[in-house]
């Protein structure tokens, strides 16, 4: 059964560093794992969750979205630093997620921002998050600032080494997991008399 790599960017500009940081990595963990990688861009998404969290309904767009999330093997976060953490935008789509689902899923973490400044985030604001909600979180986290493209030494060392150290973490953790079954069509009719069947009743009218 293949697996699903599933990028979760909260990047707000197109293109945006933190999608780039997100393909990357996605890029890496795939060539070891050789999973199908799918990507949910949350600035698509930003009416939607706004939506969800005052109705408590999400709408066709979001639940999509949360299905690919919740079934995926394996995820890769990452979001922008804002005033030291992650972004609303990021905050509110994990919100919207039932508890539990992201319980024992493989996670990297990864952010962006314009100063090495704000790398500390991703250890006391999105590891806590995932923890949390008992994910499976990678001990490795990548952060990029600016100077970090195209660089040779950023903050903590050569940015593509942090990237395959990283990708080959979450793919030794996917790849040691069975593969998430696959899921159903929602839209499959079964007569009730086949369903009564099923379990060995007979119907009476």
């Known amino acids: 059964m293949s697996r699903t790599l599933v990028v979760v960017s909260a990047g707000l500009s197109s293109p945006s560093s933190t999608r780039l940081l997100g393909d990357r990595l996605a890029q890496a963990a795939a060539r070891e794992t050789g999973a199908a990688v799918e990507v949910v861009e949350l600035r698509d998404l930003a009416t939607d969750i706004a939506n969800n969290l005052v109705t408590g309904f999400p709408s066709p767009k979001l639940g ?3 299905e690919t999330v919740t079934r995926a093997d394996g995820l890769i976060v990452v979001t922008p630093i804002f005033n030291a953490s992650y972004s609303g935008l990021f905050k509110s789509f994990f919100d919207v997620i039932e508890a ?9 973490l990864a952010a962006t921002a314009g100063t090495a400044r704000h790398s500390l985030a991703l250890e006391f604001a999105l590891r806590p998050l995932f923890a949390y909600l008992r994910a499976d979180v990678m001990p490795t986290a990548v952060f990029a600032a600016s100077e970090d493209w ?9 940015l593509t080494a942090r990237i395959e150290r990283a990708a080959g973490e979450l793919a030794a953790a996917v790849s040691g997991r069975p593969a998430a079954p696959a899921v159903a069509a929602e839209d499959e009719f079964v007569p009730f008399d086949q369903q009564l069947a099923r379990l060995g009743i007979t119907s009476s009218r």
């Open 64 to 66: 999509d979205a949360v």
């Open 100 to 108: 539990g689902s992201l319980q024992g899923k493989p996670v990297l």
């Open 150 to 158: 195209g660089a040779s030494d950023g903050p903590d060392g050569d």
